[in-house]
């Protein structure tokens, strides 16, 4: 059984930094790329960055210089640091799993950012 296990949303104030993490299992976590994405409310989930299977690294335009996404295969982990966040980062944030095939794609249950002004 597939599960992507997100942690570490919250509340957090104008300028705070915070650190999603997800944790892969039932999969074979080193073969897929894995991303974070997120959405709002009467909005399409989007992508936020993205890491392959070797560690190339996507940004959308508006976190390039914010956030920071890694992962450590050792832990089938992959994080999202978040930093200088706004109020416009608030969202729902989901963990993506993806095969490079494109056969098989996962998401987590998604954790709620918030950043208050």
């Known amino acids: 059984q597939v599960q992507l296990a997100e942690s570490g949303g919250g509340l957090v104030q104008a300028g705070s930094s915070l650190t999603l993490s997800c944790v892969a299992s039932?999969?074979?976590?080193?073969?897929?790329?894995m991303g974070w994405y997120r959405q709002t409310p009467g909005k399409q989930r989007a992508l936020v960055a993205r890491?392959?299977?070797?560690?190339?690294?996507t940004y959308e335009d508006s976190v390039k210089d914010r956030f920071t996404i890694s992962r450590d295969f050792a832990k089938n982990t992959v994080y999202l640091q978040m930093s200088g966040l706004k109020p416009e980062d608030t969202a729902v944030y989901y963990c993506?799993?993806?095969?490079?095939?494109?056969?098989?794609?996962?998401w987590g249950q998604g954790t709620q950012v918030t950043v208050s002004s």
């Open positions: 890491i392959t299977n070797t560690g190339s690294t």
């Open positions: 039932g999969i074979s976590f080193a073969v897929y790329h």
């Open positions: 993506n799993a993806r095969r490079p095939l494109g056969d098989y794609n996962f």
